[in-house]
């Protein structure tokens, strides 16, 4: 049996494909979590997710990246 988490759950995933280097990975995972973590404060119903990064988070700015990624919440009517 498996039973799903009450409240909100998360996960990033970054491939190898696009970045070799494993410091880079974790910094843009590391970065996925910080702006979920932010987001999930003002969500209005618990969720679940798997986060794919593509080539371009890796060089993308924080601040754009966070953006873009409030707007992916937005669309996805998780956060008002």
């Given amino acids: 049996l ?10 990033v995933v970054v491939s190898s ?9 974790n910094k843009a995972r590391r970065r996925a979590y910080a702006v979920i973590r932010s987001i999930v404060q003002h969500t209005t119903v618990p969720f679940s997710g798997v986060l794919y990064l593509s080539k371009h988070a890796y060089l993308m700015p924080f601040s754009e990246f966070k953006s873009l990624l409030e707007e992916l919440f937005q669309k996805a009517y998780c956060v008002s």
Avoid: A, I, M, Q
Avoid at 2 to 11: H, T
């Fill in 2 to 11: 498996k039973f799903l988490p009450k409240g909100n759950s998360f996960s």
């Fill in 17 to 25: 494909k696009y970045c070799k280097k494993s410091v880079l990975r």
